[in-house]
């Protein structure tokens, strides 16, 4: 005899399976589509840099360009993942719940986008410019590859993440996981957290964890005006 009460776990745990497999495939496809343009995207990455960078073996080559293809591959995979997301908790919304919740994917998307451009193009800039003039003529700079790149990776994928905040905290409210209040609450801890973040993706100055630390404050209350735009439209 079948036991009832444990038929709907197993059939919620083999759906989660089964959109894990989506993403899982559908990363692998993103991955190859990105490798076939990798050589693009790395001659993008490089173009403001006056030396060409070093490697330290073969296997340098192969690594970066496999770690290139799967950081851009990601950034398909953020709306793909908020839409599986959606789909298996959208059974337990109503109507209106399941339309406003689905609107907020093209929000991760875009966010992401703003974050890893912020982080690109103005943060990991201006760690670059300080850390070489603390080198000044004292030190011959040469970088590999590797760290370059794993040096970029560390700055610009946190931050590009940590701009995902207003969307997680939206989608959260419009199910009624968090309240307005609460965010209001751990506001000090919530920017504590963020000064953290801030100070570990930067250089020991003062500026540059200042410009990142001012639109993750911004998200933030962002964050508690949606939500409270949210309840009083619920």
């Avoid at 337990?92 to 719940?97: F, I, M, P």
Wanted: neutral net charge; glycine residues 4%.
């Amino acid at each position: 005899m079948e036991n009832t009460s444990t038929s709907p776990i197993l059939s919620h745990l083999e759906e989660m399976r089964t959109r894990l497999i989506i993403v899982g495939i559908s990363f692998l496809l993103c991955f190859a589509l990105s490798f076939a343009v990798v050589g693009d995207i790395y001659s993008f990455l490089i173009r403001d840099l006056e030396d060409e960078l070093a490697i330290l073996g073969p296997g340098d080559i192969i690594w970066i360009y496999m770690a290139l293809s799967a950081v851009i591959a990601i950034i398909p995979m953020i709306p793909l993942g908020a839409y599986q997301v959606w789909s298996f908790v959208a059974p337990g919304l109503t109507r209106e719940e399941k339309r406003s919740t689905l609107s907020y994917i093209p929000l991760f998307f875009f966010l992401f986008i703003a974050g890893l451009s912020f982080g690109f193009f103005i943060i990991f800039p201006l760690i670059m410019d300080f850390l070489l003039g603390l080198a000044d003529s004292r030190f011959q700079t040469l970088f590999t590859v590797d760290r370059y790149f794993r040096f970029m990776f560390r700055t610009v994928i946190p931050i590009a993440f940590l701009f995902e905040l207003p969307a997680v905290v939206m989608f959260a409210t419009q199910l009624g996981l968090i309240h307005s209040r609460q965010l209001q609450r751990y506001r000090k801890y919530a920017y504590f957290v963020l000064i953290a973040m801030a100070v570990l993706v930067t250089p020991p100055d003062f500026i540059t964890p200042l410009l990142v630390c001012i639109p993750l404050f911004l998200l933030y209350e962002a964050s508690v005006f949606f939500a409270k735009l949210i309840e009083r439209k619920k």
